[in-house]
């Protein structure tokens, strides 16, 4: 096997279990390993430290498929990609949702790879060199354990420029079509478009969040600013919401979410194609308010360097939220940016309630679903983190 050996003392990290391997700490490579080729890692000193997949163009020089010396083939990602599923094991029994996250990248053992099912297809995403090379096993293993009928890709991701790997968006097993298929989450059914949706598709990680904001939108005027395909604005019809107003920057978007409301033979709410920095400003001219404000905005921190700038993004609308509740109003705010700590985005808020002039107590505090597991030794897969807050009554 090619052999990537450290720089002294740059295993420590790797030995906390850390699946990353920088370029900074790579001392040399023995042999020639090719892009996603598997290599051995050791310490300077000759210690045995992993198996990796080889990424020579990237930052992160190679990526951790095991702790302990062995082949890495097609029956290492069967066994991979059963064991996340058997995980997942009865995680939705008793709900009506048939939308799940498989395998969830380095927190699932296998960097680099995320897959969805969405009832009988599974959207499978490869973002390095390794996952890239083992596109065929992987796509067999999960037609095999998944529990679906076909597989697609969706490697289109811009972290894949890092890893010098073109865009890819294709059928991997099953018919091409249809390219328009249907989740069902909690009883709401939502079209996800494969070709030309968000990421896999659909945002399977605010499943439980969605949930827990139609319990309480009951009576309530609803305001959700980057409502995507509807998620949490159709809960909120679902919940009983006394009017709900949804925004979102993708007229395609909008129009998903429009034809979700009707298959769901829900109220339309008052779709607003927009840019809700402004329309925040603007309802905040005309005085409109609401009672409760769901906030969910795309990454604007994909990495630590970027978070000064997200930082002002997020306080940004969120003030300007504080300002559009009414007393007793609930604020449900999300950051997805892996560059911006749980720590950090309360404080943002904490900033924002102060600047908009009230008295704001956090609730509750929300992550991802189970399906979305994080492992302890990797903070990075630490993306979701969501508040919601009560301003006070009068
Ligand atoms: N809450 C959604 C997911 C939101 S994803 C759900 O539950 O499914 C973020 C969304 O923000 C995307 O749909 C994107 O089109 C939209 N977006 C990005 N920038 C925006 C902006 N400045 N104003 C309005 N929408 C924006």
New binding site residues.
């Given amino acids: 096997m090619h052999k990537l050996i450290l720089k002294a003392g740059r295993e420590k990290s790797l030995k906390r279990r850390h699946p990353w391997v920088f370029s900074g700490a790579m001392a040399k490579v023995q042999g020639s390993p090719g892009p996603g080729e598997t290599v051995g890692v050791w310490s300077a000193t000759g210690e045995f430290l992993a198996v990796a997949a080889y990424s020579p163009e990237s930052q992160i020089v190679a990526r951790v498929w095991d702790w302990k010396d062995r082949a890495i083939d097609a029956a290492y990602f069967q066994e991979r990609i059963q064991r996340a599923v058997v995980q997942r094991r009865g995680l939705l029994d008793g709900t009506s949702t048939d939308g799940m996250r498989l395998v969830n990248g380095e927190s699932d053992g296998l960097p680099g790879v995320v897959a969805d099912r969405y009832g009988d297809t599974i959207v499978v995403q490869l973002s390095s060199a390794g996952a890239d090379r083992w596109r065929e096993a992987i796509a067999d293993a999960l037609l095999e354990a998944g529990g679906a009928k076909r597989v697609w890709e969706r490697s289109d991701a811009d972290v894949r420029e890092l890893e010098g790997l073109p865009p890819v968006t294709a059928a991997l097993r099953g018919p091409r079509e249809p390219t328009r298929i249907a989740v069902t989450e909690n009883g709401i059914r939502f079209s996800v478009d494969l070709e030309h949706g ?1 990421k896999t598709g ?2 399977l990680d ?1 499943r439980d969040n ?1 949930r827990r904001l139609r319990e309480f939108a009951r009576g309530r005027d609803v305001l959700d ?5 509807g ?2 604005a159709l809960n909120a019809a679902a919940g009983g919401a006394k009017s709900v107003t949804a ?4 007229a395609d ?1 909008i129009a998903l979410a429009r034809a979700n409301a009707d298959t769901n033979k829900l109220a339309q709410p008052e779709w607003m194609e ?4 402004l329309l925040l400003r603007k309802f905040r001219d005309q005085a409109r308010s609401f009672d409760l404000i769901v906030l ?3 990454k604007f921190a994909p990495t630590a360097a970027h978070a000064e700038k997200a930082s002002r993004a997020y306080k940004d609308i969120n003030l300007l939220a504080f300002k559009l509740l009414r007393p007793g109003g609930l604020l449900v705010t999300f950051s997805c940016s892996g560059g911006v700590s749980a720590d950090l985005f309360q404080k943002i808020i904490a900033g924002a309630a102060l600047d908009a002039g009230v008295d704001a107590r956090i609730t509750e505090r929300l992550g991802p679903g189970a399906d979305h597991p994080m492992a302890l030794n990797f903070p990075e897969g630490d993306y979701l983190k969501g508040l919601i807050c009560r301003v006070p009554d009068k």
């Fill in positions: 968000h659909f945002y605010q969605r600013g980057f409502c995507y395909t998620g949490f925004v979102d920057s993708s978007a927009g840019d809700v920095f969910d905005p795309p």
